[in-house]
């Protein structure tokens, strides 16, 4: 039985979603460059803030955070989004009906950036898992170890340096800051 996720809207998200048995898909530029304009579009749509991602060759690390629904920026959100975009596109609400709800965000990423996939790279199969493993981060100190890892990864697994800097890793040190 699958277990059920617990929904908030208070603290930040850390997401870890892999590639279909292992492989290194994100080795390749062209992919990691589609899947991060997709994350930033995604989220602002959706109504989260990117805090921070490491796309490594095989998985994907993203931590964000929603945009509280009482702030203007959430208004100007939800009044941004644009008719018949396929970043839009969302699994059946599930509870919260405002679009915070962490799965959505990730079924909305998985399956555009396969849109746009299959439409730029003529690639027909999926490369997603279909889980993702999701914590939720609520102490100062669980923030500092998550943005540690992030940093980190790509350096523990000896990577180029290319997975250092954009489009692989991305940090907003000014939201960051002022989480806690």
């Known amino acids: 039985m ?7 809207d ?4 850390f997401v870890t979603f892999r590639t279909k048995d292992g492989y290194p898909f994100f080795n390749d530029s062209k ?3 589609l899947l991060s304009r997709i994350i930033f579009k995604t989220c602002e749509i959706k109504c989260y803030e990117v805090l921070s991602y490491q ?3 095989d998985h994907v690390h993203l931590f964000v955070n ?6 203007a920026t959430a208004e100007s959100c939800a009044r941004g989004r644009i008719k018949n975009d396929p970043a839009q596109v969302s699994a059946p609400a599930l509870g919260d009906s405002e679009g915070y709800i962490i799965s959505q965000l990730m079924y909305t990423i998985k399956s555009y950036f396969l849109c746009e996939l299959r ?5 027909p199969y999926s490369i997603w898992q279909k889980r993702f493993h999701t914590r939720i981060v609520d102490a100062d100190e669980y923030l500092e170890s998550i943005v540690m890892y992030i940093k980190q990864n790509p350096i523990k697994a000896d990577l180029q340096s290319k997975y250092h800097k954009m489009p692989y890793q991305y940090f907003d040190w000014n939201i960051i800051e002022t989480i806690f």
Request: contains cysteine; charged residues 30%.
């Open 2 to 8: 699958t277990q059920r996720r617990i929904y908030q």
């Open 55 to 57: 796309i490594m060759p």
């Open 66 to 71: 929603s945009i509280k629904k009482a702030s």
């Open 119 to 123: 439409k730029e790279c003529n690639i």
């Open 31 to 33: 992919y990691t460059r």
């Open 10 to 13: 208070e603290y930040p998200y």
